[in-house]
């Protein structure tokens, strides 16, 4: 049977294979959480929070949102588990339509702009180490996406080693900023002028803005669900893990920060990490940081460009235009021509970030608007994909009827995990990615010249209905021929 764009599912070529571990999942998902953002982000935080105690809070809030869309998920991928995550709940949810233009953003916006932004900072923090010239972070960016590339065109079992060491090397090394932060002297109490003067409120929009960016990323474990084993019991398991990993990794470093810096320190500071090495180990540590952060960038990319190729496959299974994307082999045990599609257009995206003040910040402003409508999007569909299956089984949910990747309804009994405290848990969700929708796209139009980033990313997003036009004539023709 024919999917939705026309393309026959047989002629995809290979399928997924579940050999991804629980620990291989989280450490997938700990690799793209804790990224550059926790080095960069508190001192943010800082300056707009009218206490140290509103700053620990936001960063324990921060953790609790993301476990409660992790169960979201774990429900989502449980019982719809496919490589093509999101785009797969949203087709399902919504039809196929939404799903294209998810999968395009995704393509063109959303996964390839944070590779590029990602890249940057890895661009950034290498120049500190090792500089290039005028353009010395865009070409390190550049060769950091072509190496991590051809990484994962080798194959996802070199992929995901790489990834498991690399996790454990970040881990070890947030632990030693940890126990600096602890083993330096306190910072004595200096009044908050930022946050307290004026009669602030407790803490501002912005700060649990950056709170929640640095928490992103948990979501691309949907990616996962088609190559990992058991899956109804282990997507759970991951995420949560994973969440609880990051959470207590993220409250030990923000405690380590205001003890040896202070509030009114963290607010003042550029690189307020560097500067806990400074003060703990004077220049040779901060220069060590910059290794660190390296690493770090290198373990988000990697993870990055692993996830978002799964859509880019999952767009060429169902569609006539993209049918060379849909094609797996099963030797690299990956989809080798959505990864180097994904690469191209991440490179061109490096190439015009090159010539803006700052490349990370136009790439941030380029994704924010697009991730959280589709992050909103996807959370809502919870609910109508629940209802589906009501309808569907007509016993309230006992037994559910789903369409196999040949595009067949099939029967089976639904064993898959359900989120606790349902409806409440999802529209909590609902809530908080509709308030980041907002908050982002006021945020990306503020900048200079980031507004040009987000709307650009708004343009690309826009010319995607053109292309969906022309998917579904190409599918109507090829199921006539």
């Known amino acids: 049977m024919s999917s939705p764009g026309g393309v026959p599912q047989a002629a ?94 995704r393509m063109t916006v959303i996964q390839t702009g944070a590779i590029a ?88 929009g912005l700060a649990l803005i950056f709170v929640l960016l640095t928490y992103g990323g948990w979501n691309e474990a949907a990616y996962l669900t088609a190559e990992m084993r058991d899956i109804r019991r282990n997507i759970v398991r991951a995420l949560v893990i994973g969440i609880v990993v990051i959470t207590s990794l993220y409250l030990l470093l923000n405690i380590a920060y205001v003890r040896a810096l202070g509030l009114a320190g963290m607010q003042a500071s550029k690189a307020v990490a560097s500067d806990l090495m400074r003060a703990t180990w004077g220049e040779g540590g901060a220069w060590v940081l910059g290794i660190v952060v390296v690493s770090a960038a290198l373990s988000t990319l990697n993870a990055t460009v692993f996830t978002g190729a799964r859509t880019n496959y999952a767009l060429g299974r169902d569609f006539v235009i993209f049918r060379a994307l849909g094609r797996w082999s099963d030797q690299a045990s990956a989809p080798v021509n959505a990864l180097l599609v994904q690469g191209a257009i991440s490179l061109a995206l490096v190439g015009l970030a090159s010539l803006t003040p700052d490349g990370f910040q136009t790439m941030v402003a380029y994704t924010a608007p697009a ?18 299956r009501n309808a569907q089984s007509g016993t309230g949910g006992a037994v559910n009827l789903q369409k196999d990747d040949d595009g067949v309804w099939t029967n089976y009994q639904e064993d898959h995990y359900r989120v606790p405290l349902y409806p409440i848990t999802p529209l909590l969700f609902v809530a908080a990615c509709a308030y980041m929708l907002y908050s982002s796209f006021n945020y990306a139009m503020s900048l200079d010249p980031g507004s040009i980033g987000a709307m650009v990313g708004i343009a690309m997003l826009a010319s995607g209905v053109p292309v969906l036009m022309w998917a579904r004539r190409a599918g109507a023709a090829a199921g006539r021929n």
């Open 12 to 105: 995809a070529g290979g399928q997924p294979r579940p050999t991804l571990t629980v620990f291989d999942a989280v450490s997938m998902i700990v690799g793209i959480v804790i990224g550059v953002g926790i080095f960069k982000a508190p001192s943010i935080v800082a300056g707009n929070v009218a206490s140290e105690a509103a700053f620990i809070t936001l960063w324990i809030a921060g953790g609790v949102i993301s476990l409660i869309g992790a169960l979201c998920y774990a429900e989502l991928g449980s019982s719809h588990p496919n490589a093509g995550g999101e785009y797969y709940f949203l087709s399902r949810a919504y039809g196929d339509w939404l799903g294209f233009l998810f999968a395009w953003a």
């Open 117 to 204: 932004a990602i890249a940057f900072v890895f661009g950034d923090y290498a120049s500190t180490l090792l500089p290039l010239g005028g353009k010395s972070a865009a070409i390190y960016a550049a060769l950091a996406v072509i190496a991590i590339t051809a990484l994962n065109v080798a194959g996802t079992s070199q992929s995901k080693w790489v990834q498991n060491a690399l996790t454990t090397a970040l881990v070890v090394t947030v632990l030693a900023l940890v126990a600096s932060g602890f083993a330096a002297t306190p910072a004595p109490a200096a009044p908050v002028a930022a946050a307290a003067a004026g009669g602030k409120a407790w803490f501002s």
């Open 371 to 388: 991730f959280w409508l589709f992050f909103l999007l996807t959370s809502i569909s919870l609910f109508l994909l629940r209802r589906q």
